[in-house]
């Protein structure tokens, strides 16, 4: 079984010395667009808010009485055309015709081709050309660039918003020197002609800024919403780990990845450095009996920001994520040590589960582009998340397994409370049928006939025992027909004179329950039978709103084998009690008490809560039959 930290459930990733690391692959490095970027509308807005401006600029040119240009027709069918390529884009795009999931910049220009950077590079062509048509007369400037700016402001942010109004404010002038060469008439250079390349980089970045912001913010609800998905009941935790690595350094524009986690029952560091100098990634697992970067200057409660990783004298801005207390520290050399050259930023958050230090997750990317207070927090938050889902995930596996094991505990006490014990007594009967085939022969029939009605209990019991194991959940209101054939059953087969004392009130339990408690009885008159040689027993049963109590009382000779685990109030020490009823008592979440005296018999008292299992309560020292 592989261990619950391997990203993996198959032998496919091996381990590989710090040198070394392992291709992720095409599929793994590709970047996969969060659930929130699937369902955006963005381009279809933007498609939308196109077919409205030039229709409306085209009108407004038409019926402004001036001229829009030295060439009045060329400019209606320039404006015209642009209105019909908006229709046809808005078309496409409606239909689903073209891809139109926003990407980071850099992706949608070299990735796979998407509608953003096309239209973006259509719109500024269109719009310079318009501007060159209709300059001279009615001019749309403002409309037609501030629609352009906005589009890639909401698509990339702000470095994309700057580098469009940079191109859009050198393309204006040229558009004028352009129709200056085009026309023979002459064009008179205003002072609005050279304000209005300053008044769009300023609009570019008022728009841009907050486009930015808007970005991000919608990246990182992306990502938080796609986290859940990388933590499965099925899939090892240490996969979503790698999952939720190559997300963040997609998120941050990251180069490098460090996750360092210990595990609580070795006590060994598994550590994944993730690298992504050009796609695709390259994923190195190394496992280690020492934490490989203890960082001693952050406390186990802290993360931080370091934006520049020189032993003393880079500083470290310091979070606390339990009381968000903020220090600045000298970083250790450890941490100058960690990067590949002296010039990186680095960005870190502790894995805490219960506020325990399992260890730590680090980031870094090259110098001059500088983690923020903001990314800090995002980082924090995110860790925090991934943490409690990977360890939720760890717990589910574990619960599964403790499950498993105790199914295994309760099948074996059932192998022993019944099947072996029929097993036995039908190997003692046979036994007894080779005695009696020297000392007398005529009584062979009849112990063969009680050896058959034995094979038969046997029988009937698997099948019992069978429909138990397939209905769970059935409720065990025939606990009190389990129990008379229990007593009838010893009293003809044991000659033991069993009774059977009945409560007014109804006891009703699941399956497993009523199952467990007569196997208990079943246990306890054997053992009186053949240990305490017992000639009567008494089996009490009764409830209350919230428990249901099973007594078991036998006038045998005690456990004497165990007189030194006997207190002075005659009961039997919790370890000494007979480990099938202590065990099956334990499953049920009840309490056991047993009393016993030489001479004067054993009384067994359990109590079990009304649902079959929960906590354990307190139970009297003796509850008599």
């Known amino acids: 079984m592989a261990h619950w930290l391997l990203p993996l459930p198959s032998p496919t990733l091996r381990m590989q010395p710090p040198s070394s690391a392992l291709p992720a692959g095409a599929p793994g490095g ?19 808010s196109r077919v409205l401006l030039a229709t409306a600029t085209l009108l407004v040119v038409i019926v402004d009485p001036h001229q829009p240009s030295f060439s009045p027709n060329l400019a209606y069918a320039i404006l015209t055309a642009y209105a019909l390529y908006s229709a046809v884009v808005f078309a496409l795009v409606r239909g689903e015709y073209v891809r139109q999931e926003p990407a980071p910049f850099r992706t949608a220009i070299t990735g796979p081709p998407h ?27 403002f409309l037609l660039h501030v629609f352009v700016i906005s589009s890639v402001s909401m698509r990339w942010g702000l470095r994309a918003t700057l580098t469009v109004t940079i191109i859009l404010a050198l393309s204006y002038p040229a558009a004028l020197l352009a129709s200056q060469w085009v026309s023979a008439e002459a064009l008179t250079i205003r002072r609005a002609h050279l304000v209005r390349p300053i008044y769009l980089l300023v609009l570019g970045y008022l728009i841009g800024y907050p486009g930015e912001h808007e970005r991000r913010s919608k990246r990182r609800l992306g990502l938080m919403v796609e986290l859940p998905a990388a933590f499965r009941r099925k899939r090892p935790p240490g996969a979503g780990l790698v999952r939720v690595m190559r997300r963040a350094l997609d998120h941050f524009e990251a180069r490098r990845a460090l996750l360092i986690l210990r595990d609580p029952d070795s006590g060994r560091y598994f550590t994944w450095d993730v690298t992504r100098r050009d796609k695709p990634s390259r994923l190195a697992l190394r496992i ?48 100058a040590a960690f990067g590949d050259d002296s010039a990186q930023v680095a960005l870190a958050a502790p894995v805490l589960i219960q506020r325990e230090l399992r260890g730590r997750a680090l980031i870094t990317r090259a110098a001059g582009d500088k983690f923020t207070r903001d990314d800090l927090d995002f980082l924090l938050l995110l860790v925090g998340q991934a943490a409690a889902g990977f360890e939720t995930v760890r717990l589910q596996g574990m619960a599964e397994e403790v499950a498993v094991f105790e199914e295994r505990a309760r099948i074996a ?8 014990q029929s097993l036995a007594g039908l190997d003692l009967r046979i ?17 063969l006939e009680e050896l058959h009605e034995a094979v038969a209990r046997g029988y ?50 699941p399956a497993t329950a009523t199952h467990e408690l007569a196997q208990i009885a079943r246990e306890a008159l054997r053992n009186a039978v053949r240990h305490g040689r017992a000639t009567s027993a008494v089996i009490k049963l009764g409830t209350s709103p919230s428990h249901t109590y099973l007594v078991v009382r036998d006038n045998g000779t005690g456990f004497v084998d165990r007189a030194a685990a006997i207190d002075t109030d005659g009961f039997l020490a919790p370890e000494a009690a007979p480990w099938s009823i202590r065990e099956r008592t334990a499953a049920l979440g009840g309490s056991l ?29 003796r509850m008599s039959a």
Not at 304 to 330: I, Q
Not at 596 to 619: A, D, K, M, W
């Open 460 to 509: 009937r019991e698997v099948r019992r025992y069978l429909t138990v194991l397939r209905t769970p959940s059935r409720d065990g209101a025939d606990l009190w027909s389990m129990l008379e054939r229990l007593t009838a059953e010893f009293s003809v087969r044991e000659g033991i004179r069993v009774e059977l004392a009945r409560s007014t009130s109804e006891v009703t339990l």
């Open 30 to 48: 590709a970047r996969r667009v969060a659930p929130l970027e699937a369902f955006s509308r963005t381009e279809k807005i933007i498609a939308l």
């Open 413 to 420: 006490r059932d192998l022993h409370d019944g099947f072996i």
């Open 288 to 335: 280690t009996e020492a934490d490989p970067l203890p960082l001693p200057f952050a406390a186990p409660t802290e993360g931080f920001v370091a934006n520049e990783l020189r032993a003393g004298t880079g500083m470290a801005l310091c979070s606390d994520v339990l009381t968000g207390a903020l220090t600045r520290k000298l970083i250790s050399p450890d941490l």
């Open 115 to 141: 509608i953003g950077p096309y239209s973006a590079a259509a719109d500024v062509i269109w719009v310079t050309l318009i501007s060159m048509f209709t300059e001279r007369g009615t001019s749309p400037f």
């Open 431 to 447: 036994e007894a049928c080779k005695l009696l085939l020297q000392r007398d022969p005529a009584r062979i029939p009849h112990e």
């Open 593 to 621: 008490a047993v009393w016993t005296s030489p001479g004067r018999g054993t009384e067994i008292s359990i109590l079990v809560p009304s649902g079959g299992q929960g906590g354990r309560q307190s139970l009297n020292r």
